[in-house]
């Protein structure tokens, strides 16, 4: 079975501009969550969609939103880009409910913001 | 406020030795507590879980213990191995008007032969 898949792998973008970053998850997990790494803040939720519709969501401003597809493919954007959104981007898949299942991420999108 | 405390930050231990990190909570609600374990370079992997009606436990040279009265839970890596030199992750869930699964900082572990 295939793994999280995320595309692409890394991204370099200036301020102001916008950017959307791609997850497929494992097959037949329709729970797709999203996730900011820094090494300052660490693992930084940002939202989970489920069944095309966020389903839950963390606490990031508007800049950052998301949408899940019928084939449970999710994707990110990030609007107005600023320096500080530089990160590793990390999406997880789960079988079911975000508090009781495993997450399986796939490898990230390293974003550099200059 | 929602938060995850996880400590040391950095813990390095002589093969063979045992490894504790330690982590507490602040939502006596919080329910699961699942750690993930990311090698360099690689993505998060759970290595254990622990849910609220479990006191303790064990998955070969892992154990993860429990304390919800206290709010902390602990990881116990016994026997450890050059392997298991990585950047170790607690977690906790979060019940409110949305779900979600807090993350610790992180520790990183360097496993010396």
């Known amino acids: 079975k295939a793994g999280v898949t995320q595309t692409p792998r890394y991204l370099i973008k200036t301020r102001g501009q916008q950017v959307t970053l791609s997850c497929s998850p494992i097959?037949?997990?329709?729970?797709v969550s999203w996730y900011q790494q820094t090494p300052g803040q660490g693992l930084q939720f940002l939202f989970e969609?489920?069944?095309?519709?966020?389903?839950n969501k963390g606490n990031f401003p508007g800049r950052f939103s998301g949408r899940q597809f019928s084939n449970s493919r999710s994707e990110m954007n990030v609007s107005t880009l600023e320096l500080g959104d530089s990160a590793l981007y990390l999406c997880?898949?789960?079988?079911?409910?975000?508090?009781?299942?495993?997450?399986?991420f796939g490898q990230g999108t390293r974003l550099t913001v200059v | 406020g929602e938060n995850v405390e996880q400590h040391p930050s950095t813990l390095s231990v002589q093969e063979g030795d045992s490894a504790v990190i330690k982590c507490t909570y602040s939502?006596?609600?919080?329910?699961?507590f699942p750690w993930y374990k990311q090698e360099l370079g690689k993505r998060p992997q759970l290595i254990i879980d622990?849910?609220?009606?479990?006191g303790e436990k064990k998955d070969q040279r892992i154990a993860v213990t429990l304390n919800k009265t206290a709010k902390h839970f602990s990881l116990h890596i016994t026997e450890t191995q050059p392997e298991d030199s990585a950047v170790y992750f607690c977690a906790a869930s979060i019940r409110t008007s949305y779900d979600k699964v807090i993350f610790g900082p992180g520790t990183s572990l360097s496993v010396i032969p």
């Open positions: 939502d006596s609600a919080s329910n699961y």
């Open positions: 969609y489920f069944s095309e519709t966020q389903r």
């Open positions: 097959s037949g997990h329709r729970s």
């Open positions: 622990i849910r609220s009606n479990v």
């Open positions: 997880a898949s789960r079988t079911g409910d975000l508090l009781n299942t495993e997450a399986f």
